[in-house]
Structure formats: structure tokens, C-alpha cells
């Protein structure tokens, strides 16, 4: 990554030393703690935005994994570590929260030396990391509390990355090509890594500090603390996925607010289960939370993407079998199924995508390798099934809401799919609905 600074950077500050405690001269056996654990992944999602982070709340900082912020098939951060005093922290827990929508993670540090000497003792500084996802922004919150009973001086810093890969290229399609990334310093608080794709689009990441770091570099943040006893600090830091960098996403307590509040307004005219059987009533509710994580506002209604990581996007099948799962507990959410589906029905001929007139459509991508045509799924109509099952959707749905203004809406739809079921879905006029590829490329998704 090439890097051209602009923002004028103060000298490295150095960070004070603190009288060398006694703990390690005292305790022979004493076994420095500087290792860190295995890190399982977890995941955070706001529209077509998702992220996976490690228990930390890092991204690439453990090897395995799709870490990263992802936005639109194209990961727009692929590395995320915060270090104290260049030392990975040591885990204390970390949380989901049972709605999906805030992930915490409490750290400590580890044991620190200055030349060569402890100086400060692992367990004394507790980090709070909070994120969560809104309106194509990453959240970052650290919350820094001094438990030691002196005063201390202590760096730390966030490196970050971002390889702008397209989702195919993180699952291992490797190209022959790709365009270019830069990353600058845009003021002493702000820094912003670009890609120009191949496909003549420019996308970016702007990563905001606040405070401004003591040091900001084109991929690295760094604080220097001091902290009384007792004492605490908050930094903040916001990841805008959007390209406007002149655009100031709204303050971490607000956002986070607002998006609680949507999540509750998205939810109050949906039916809950309760039963005597409190296990069961965990499943349910960690099954509904899990559901409203998928579901995304799209301009044609509410739709269940297909899961995360990789198929964080629309698909005919998954959502379809999802309303047709869902029609007695939330019959809304197959209306913007079959609006969304009917909004994308082939009207052409392309043996590439597998499109034919009336097909209903199987996946849609947004990234850089669909735009070249690279993979076929921008619009990708490779699915037997999703069809009839469109069809029957919109006749339970009727069936069960008596909304025939949705009906009489996408009556068009229902015949286009109805003359391909028996068209060319049976070629062979037998009653069933046969499929073959027609485009055999066996890089195809599922």
C-alpha cells in the first residue's frame, strides 16, 4: 500500500517510565504473561454492512478467518489491532449483546517492560472496546481505567488496513488483476484509505478519532495516556464505508441510540412466542434475534439476506423459503420478499447469468468482480426452485393476509413466472420442471 501524508505528524512522544515495581524481583517463578489466545469470530450487521471480528474486537490480527468491514460484497477494513505499548492485550471476556447489535470486549494489559525492567504489572489498565454497526458506519468506543494505585503513562495504538477485496477474492478466487489502494492523513484526526477499482469506481474508508491521537500515520493511531489512579478515558473512532470524506457520522452515544431504536421499531408489530419452558423461550428469542440480524431494508421492503459472511446479500430461495417459515408469526415480511423478487425477474435471454423470462432471480452481487463480469452473479438466475416457490409465496400470503392489493400488484409477475414454469422450466412438457446449467462455470456459487 503506497501512502502519501499529508497531515503534519509530531515526533514520536516517549512513554514514562514508572518505579520498577517489586513483583517480579520478589517471585522468582513469576512467568510473564505475553502470549495471546486462540480468537473466535464474531459478527455485526446494519443493512448491507457486516463486520467479523475476533474476541479482542480485532480484525486480522489472528490468522483464519474472513475478518474485516465489509459493505456492498467489498471489504473496505481488513485489519484492525490495538496493541498496548506495542503488546497484544489479554482477554478478560467478551459479549455479544443478545440482540445482535453491540459486541463488547474487555482487555487488559499485559505485563509491560521498559528497558528490560517490569514496570508495569499485567491487569492494571482495563479496556472496554464497544462496537456496533449503523447507517454504513463502524462504531468504535474504548474505554480506558487506570486500577492501578499510581500514576502511569501508557501507548496505545491502533493499526489499520484496508485491501478493498472483493468478497469472491476473500473466499480464495484469486485475479489477475486488481486496482489501486493509497492511504493518507487528511487532518490530525482523520485518515482515509481509497481504492480506484477496475470498474472506474472509487471507494473508500475514512477512519475518525476522538480525541485526535497523540500520532496518526496513514495505518497506524497512537495514544499516549496518563491516567491517575482510578482514572478513566474514552477514545472514539468511526469507520465510514460511504465515499463523502467530508461527511461527519453522528456522535457514538447518539448513533447508538438511534440504532437501538430502530431495532425495537422494526419489531413491534411482529408476534412472540412465550411457554413455560424458559430453555425454549432462549431458543426462540435468540432464533428471533438472529432472524432480524438478516433482515435488511431495501427499496422494495424488508428481505432476509442468506447468512454472514458469505452470503450477506439477496437470495430468491432463502428469502422465499423464510417468508413462506414466517407467514404465521410475521406475514409483512413476505411482502418485501415478493417485491423485491418480482422487481428482479429476468425479462431477457442471457445463458451466462442463466436468465430466462419469468425466472425468479437465485443471487445479486454488488462488488467489483460482478461489475466486470468476472463472476456472473450480479444478477444471477441459476436456481430451479426459486420460481415455483415464488409463486406459491404469493398465493399463501394472499391466502393468509386477504391483501389483494398486493396481489393485484404482482399479478404481472406471478403469469411471467407462471409461462416459465411451464415453458421453458419443462421442455420437455411433462408436468415437472426440469434444470440443467447452461452456463457450466464451476466457480459458481452455491
Not at 491517575?228 to 447518539?254: K, V
Request: with cysteine; net charge neutral; glycine share 6%.
Amino acid at each position: 500500500m503506497s501512502a502519501d501524508t499529508t497531515a503534519t505528524t509530531a515526533r514520536r512522544p516517549r512513554v514514562k517510565a514508572s518505579r520498577t515495581d517489586d513483583w517480579a524481583e520478589t517471585d522468582k517463578f513469576y512467568i510473564p504473561v505475553t502470549v495471546p489466545v486462540t480468537r473466535p469470530r464474531r459478527t455485526l450487521k446494519y443493512g448491507d454492512t457486516f463486520m467479523v471480528v475476533d474476541s479482542h474486537a480485532d480484525m486480522g490480527a489472528s490468522p483464519g478467518g474472513p475478518d474485516g468491514l465489509f459493505h456492498r460484497d467489498t471489504r473496505f477494513l481488513s485489519r484492525l489491532e490495538l496493541l498496548v505499548n506495542g503488546l497484544q492485550p489479554l482477554l478478560l471476556g467478551s459479549n455479544l449483546r443478545d440482540d445482535n447489535a453491540v459486541f463488547s470486549a474487555d482487555l487488559s494489559n499485559p505485563d509491560l517492560y521498559f528497558d528490560k525492567r517490569p514496570v508495569l504489572r499485567k491487569d492494571t489498565v482495563h479496556i472496554v472496546r464497544t462496537l456496533f454497526l449503523w447507517r454504513g458506519v463502524a462504531y468504535h468506543r474504548m474505554r480506558v481505567r487506570n486500577y492501578g494505585d499510581r500514576k502511569i503513562s501508557v501507548r496505545l495504538s491502533l493499526g489499520f488496513d484496508a485491501d478493498f477485496a472483493d468478497l469472491f477474492e476473500v473466499r480464495g478466487l484469486g485475479r489477475a488483476r486488481r486496482g489501486s489502494v493509497s492511504a493518507r492523513t487528511l487532518h490530525p484526526d482523520r485518515a482515509i484509505l481509497t481504492y480506484h477499482g477496475l470498474d472506474n469506481v472509487l471507494r473508500a474508508t475514512t477512519l475518525t478519532f476522538d480525541p485526535a491521537p497523540t500520532e496518526l500515520e496513514s495505518n497506524r493511531a497512537s495514544f499516549v495516556l496518563e491516567l491517575r489512579p482510578g482514572e478513566a478515558q474514552s477514545l472514539f473512532l468511526t469507520i465510514d464505508c460511504e465515499r463523502n470524506a467530508d461527511r461527519r457520522p453522528a456522535p457514538f452515544l447518539r448513533a447508538i441510540r438511534a440504532a437501538r431504536r430502530e431495532l425495537r421499531l422494526a419489531a413491534r408489530d411482529v408476534s412472540t412466542v412465550e411457554t413455560s419452558n424458559s430453555v425454549l423461550n432462549e431458543i426462540l428469542c435468540r432464533s428471533m434475534a438472529d432472524l432480524h440480524m438478516l433482515i435488511t431494508d431495501t427499496p422494495e421492503g424488508r428481505y432476509p439476506y442468506a447468512g454472514i459472511p458469505w452470503y450477506s446479500t439477496t437470495f430468491g430461495r432463502d428469502g422465499l423459503i423464510t417468508a413462506l417459515q414466517m407467514l404465521w408469526l410475521d406475514p409483512g415480511l413476505a411482502r418485501g420478499v415478493l417485491r423485491r423478487l418480482a422487481a428482479y425477474q429476468a425479462k431477457t435471454d442471457d445463458p451466462r447469468t442463466e436468465a430466462q423470462p419469468g425466472k425468479i432471480l437465485h443471487e445479486m452481487r454488488s462488488g467489483e468482480m460482478a461489475a466486470l463480469q468476472e463472476i456472473p452473479f450480479g444478477l444471477y438466475y441459476g436456481s430451479v426452485d426459486a420460481t415455483p416457490l415464488f409463486v406459491l409465496l404469493a398465493g399463501l400470503y394472499a391466502e393468509r393476509t386477504g391483501d389483494e392489493a398486493l396481489l393485484r400488484e404482482l399479478w404481472p409477475s406471478v403469469e411471467a413466472a407462471l409461462r416459465w414454469i411451464d415453458g421453458p422450466g419443462d421442455p420437455d412438457g411433462d408436468g415437472f420442471v426440469e434444470y440443467h446449467r447452461r452456463n457450466d462455470d464451476r466457480r459458481l456459487d452455491r
